[in-house]
């Protein structure tokens, strides 16, 4: 009796199996953040960088036109005359500009490839950029805005000088140097937005 009794007492004791939990079902994969690639962006913007420069030079270069209209202080004469980029300073400071921006992005894509190709040398290639970046950005302004006083000169001239309008007669050159005007202008907003992102890139790099 006695020993029914303990063994009673042991299964009272014995703990209480509790059901197994299920098994987890499989975890869903996460599907995987975008990461936005930097270098190849790059590279793309700058080779309009040197699309945009080369075309703007190119136009500009290529706005010669020749009219035959009466000479100043002298009625009755007319003689051909020509309107060409190199008559103005300004005008040559602008294609010497855009040329060496033209120059600058092709090496700066060469080297924003290689950092594609070898990430390591990331942030030192974008600390670079974000300087020169901003000098060009600098460059390409200031000649687009001397081109542009020299072409707003021609569209409505100044009474106050006596400087004439020629965008009546020489109708195919300023539309030339507007075309290049605005492709230089297009040019320099896009060496400011690779500014921002040189700077934006290397800020999260060091964050990191």
Not at 36 to 52: C, Q, W
Not at 60 to 89: I, R
Not at 117 to 122: E, F, Q, R, T, V
């Amino acid at each position: 009796m006695a020993s029914t009794d303990k063994t009673a007492v042991v299964l009272e004791s014995a703990p209480k199996s509790e059901a197994a939990p299920p098994e987890p079902e499989a975890a869903a994969v996460a599907p995987a953040k975008f990461r936005f690639n930097y270098s190849l962006v790059d590279v793309a913007i700058r080779i309009l960088v040197f699309a945009a420069t080369l075309t703007s030079v190119v136009v500009m270069v290529t706005s010669d036109q020749t009219e035959v209209v009466t000479v100043p202080g002298l009625p009755g004469v007319s003689l051909p005359l020509q309107a060409k980029f190199n008559h103005s300073p300004a005008l040559i400071y602008f294609v010497a500009a855009l040329s060496v921006t033209g120059f600058y992005s092709i090496i700066t894509t060469l080297a924003s490839l290689s950092v594609v190709l070898k990430p390591i040398y990331s942030k030192s290639f974008l600390l670079v950029f974000a300087f020169l970046d901003v000098v060009f950005v600098g460059i390409v302004a200031s000649a687009t805005g001397a081109a542009g006083g020299v072409a707003y000169i021609g569209l409505k001239g100044n009474s106050h000088v006596g400087w004439t309008k020629i965008c009546n007669v020489y109708d195919k050159f300023c539309r030339y140097n507007a075309s290049s005007l605005a492709l230089a202008l297009f040019a320099a907003i896009l060496l400011v937005l690779l500014s921002m992102m040189s700077t934006l890139a290397l800020y999260k790099k060091i964050r990191d």
